[in-house]
């Protein structure tokens, strides 16, 4: 089976290893190569082993006291031409997962990003519901007013994701007749990569191939897609009805912000991990899992990670998808967004969640190392990501933000504190299920 193709009943037998799935589909090992040329001189040298051959670099996954985190180990060889490795990249515990690959340079972090956009993203551009499955549909043609229903999924997702959700629960599945009732074949998923390019980029990409659909345009979008139907609406008329939010960062997340990058990414494996351990679906796992094990392996040597260095402030820009949802006062292309009226007015709703795991529960203890929980943080305050209520990836506050004035009234579902619906899994909640149901249908 091809490794970019591999398929959620594939995905579900590492459901307790989301590790081992997130290497199936991103290729995250590579093979040795051939080895290190060195002279006969330094191969004699005491302490050489034939491993010191290996020009490889890894990031491994490590158990620090019962929280996970990303440590980034440089090659064997570097310690054989003289550049010893830190004692830091060792002081984290057992290792639960490595994945060694050839050194990534900061130089080529955009290539790398774009291989990996490729493979959590593998069909991009528009696609098209039919017979129960989707297909490609690079310039569709829908004239007169039969309305259209557009999806956008969100960050290291794909456009399956909407259907295997929905698929995954009665009421989906009923809500998925009614669209097939009312759209027809008008049914339209928007693929996109979401880490190596800016979200109105993603909207330029975007109205190119919606510029044969002449009828009115209904638009449900998941996470980092809402950026990408709001600037859609931002930048172009179109004869958009309606538009639904869910869980998306309209305000940013502060999983983005420069200076938690580090901790996000270790938060990231943090989350997956107890997913999966609480026996939560792969597919809503699988995306957080194989999101932090592919940034960590491009992002590892730029990082530090597992260092005792602080992190760069700059680093966060080197991924544009993830520099456009910072939740910062300096965001330039949030202030952009929101700096005059839309030239699209549809109705707007949205959906948001505050999650609160039981943090009783071995596997969710991690968790308030990450939020603010007030007395419970101060000892850690180096790893806090979210100051506030959040789905585990995006601020709740943030999930309702119009601007300031707002573009519009919005309709909002607001879960308020769950410990069932996070942001990997809202389409499989009966409200929000209803909601997109009384809106839509």
Known sequence: MNASTIRPAALASFRNDPWDAADLRLN????????????????????FTPQMLDARASVSLRDDDGVLRWAYEPPPSQSVRGRARRAGFFGLGEVLKRYEFADIGPNQVTQALTALDARLTPNQGLRRWSSGGLIAAPAPQIAGDQRTLLLVHGTFSQSDMWFEQLGATTAGRALLKQWEALYGTRILAFDH????VAPWLNALDLHQALRGVAGPIDIVCHSRGGLVASWLLRLAPLRARQVVFVGSPLAGTSLASPYR?????????NVANALSLVGQAASTVFPLAAGAAGLAKVLGKTLNLGAALPIADAAVALVPGLASQQRTDN????????AGRW???PKFAAVSADFEPDTDQPAWKFWTRFRNLGSQVIDAGADLVFPGANDLVVDT?????LGVPAQGPMDLLALGKTSTTYHTNYFQDQQVVDFLSARLV
């Open 28 to 47: 995250l090992n590579e093979g040795a190569g051939a080895d290190l040329s060195l002279p006969i001189a330094t191969r004699r040298r005491r302490g």
């Open 193 to 196: 990569p979401t880490l190596s």
């Open 261 to 269: 990058l580090r901790a996000a990414l270790d938060m990231m494996a």
């Open 331 to 338: 965001n330039a292309e949030s202030a952009r967004l929101f």
């Open 343 to 345: 030239l699209t007015q």
């Open 397 to 401: 506050e943030s999930m309702s933000f």
